[in-house]
């Protein structure tokens, strides 16, 4: 089983929250883990139709039947149940990790925390495998098999072939959590929206030419957007205008949780494929900007996550905030070393004054120049 740097965040909050939430993307491990950190609990699956009806018609007998401490998975398929929990947890506060909740779709499962579980719930976030999770387990793939195979547990830790289970999880994801928060009418235009999202890899978002080779509206683009982003397909890093004024564009990018999933979008089938793409520096950046993310989330800190964009084309790929201060990532695919990478970081940083950090991510060796250290992909999340 493969060892998650989010374990050591998480047994910290067990010791303090009588609920403790482990939210992210399906398959992304989140069950394996709490049975392994939690192993002498009790645990319902609410994908059951058998137990989800029983939850939904009695939801009192149903706390009866499986009472604390137990791990409830895809709570937000009977997001009342987070009422009975605070009862159960308020009937003795002094009780820890009473309760280990799991889920795939944000807003149903945030909603019903902030409005039932504030104070008494810490939430964790599970993302796909990290670059170092797959690299303390076995040797690490090159970089077009690494970008190819994705980082979904079950490709490492029980060899799952990659276009097979890339391939249903997009089938599973369009036929349930789609149809469970819109009402889809036309399956091939969302399929068809979702390989158009996966050619925009790491662009400013445009909803007006998605929707005009889609063949629907704007409005609607938008709203499927945003169920990308809530069942954690996909999601986005705003533009960072803080003290910038009305300089920078206001349009969000858009990445993939896992470049699995947006190779195989894309139709590539093959490693030797990955490099030849039209996008492929849009998935190497979204490799290094998905590994950052999940470095953040598994220490629990917040994403704060940007990029920097004027209109007159000037570009850093990252900004990541930490307290007063700021890290600058410019992400390059190439293996050869140009000082020049460090241009526009140092440019920046000259500009804003408050940088702690200044990083070029490429697939070279170790390096500095202008006072940029230049790193691989493979060591761009720090860890501390």
């Not at 005009?212 to 999601?235: C, D, I, P, Q």
């Not at 293996?335 to 460090?342: G, K, L, P, Q, T």
Request: charged share 25%.
């Amino acid at each position: 089983m493969i060892q998650r740097k989010i374990e050591k965040w998480l047994a910290e909050v067990a010791k303090e929250y009588a609920v403790v939430s482990i939210m992210g993307p399906r398959q992304s491990g989140k069950t394996t883990l709490a049975k392994k950190l939690f192993p002498d609990y009790g645990y319902v699956n609410l994908e059951d139709p058998d137990l989800r009806r029983q939850a939904e018609s009695d939801g009192a007998d149903f706390m009866e039947k499986h009472p604390a401490p137990i791990i409830i998975d895809e709570v937000q398929r009977v997001p009342e149940l987070l009422s009975r929990i605070q009862v159960k947890v308020d009937e003795n506060p002094s009780r820890k990790a009473a309760y280990i909740l799991t889920g795939s779709h944000q807003p149903a499962l945030r909603e019903g925390i902030s409005q039932s579980l504030a104070g008494r719930v810490a939430i964790a976030t599970l993302m796909p495998l990290s670059i170092s999770e797959i690299a303390s387990a076995c040797p690490l793939p090159s970089r077009e098999e690494l970008m190819f195979r994705g980082f979904l547990p079950r490709i490492y830790g029980e060899g799952a072939t990659p276009h097979t289970l890339h391939s249903n999880y997009i089938a599973t994801y369009v036929e349930r959590d789609v149809n469970a928060m819109i009402a889809l009418k036309d399956r091939r235009q969302f399929e068809t929206f979702l390989r158009l999202v996966a050619g925009r890899v790491g662009q400013l978002v445009n909803y007006e030419s998605i929707a005009s080779e889609v063949g629907t509206s704007a409005a609607t683009v938008k709203s499927w957007l945003s169920v990308l982003e809530a069942s954690y397909v996909t999601f986005t890093l705003p533009c960072y205008y803080r003290n910038f004024g009305k300089r920078f564009v206001k349009a969000p990018k858009v990445y993939f949780t896992d470049v699995g999933i947006c190779c195989h979008l894309l139709g590539i089938r093959e490693a030797a494929q990955v490099d030849r793409d039209p996008v492929f520096g849009g998935i190497f950046e979204n490799m290094v900007i998905a590994d950052v993310l999940k470095s953040r989330l598994n220490r629990g800190l917040e994403p704060d996550m940007y990029f920097v964009r004027d209109y007159r084309g000037f570009e850093v790929d990252l900004l990541v905030e930490n307290g007063r201060c700021v890290d600058l990532y410019e992400i390059k695919s190439s293996v050869s070393f140009h000082e020049s990478f460090a241009d526009n970081v140092s440019r920046l940083a000259t500009l804003m004054g408050n940088v702690d950090r200044k990083t070029v991510v490429y697939s070279g060796q170790s390096a500095a120049a202008q006072g940029v250290e230049f790193v691989n992909y493979a060591d761009a999340a720090r860890e501390e």
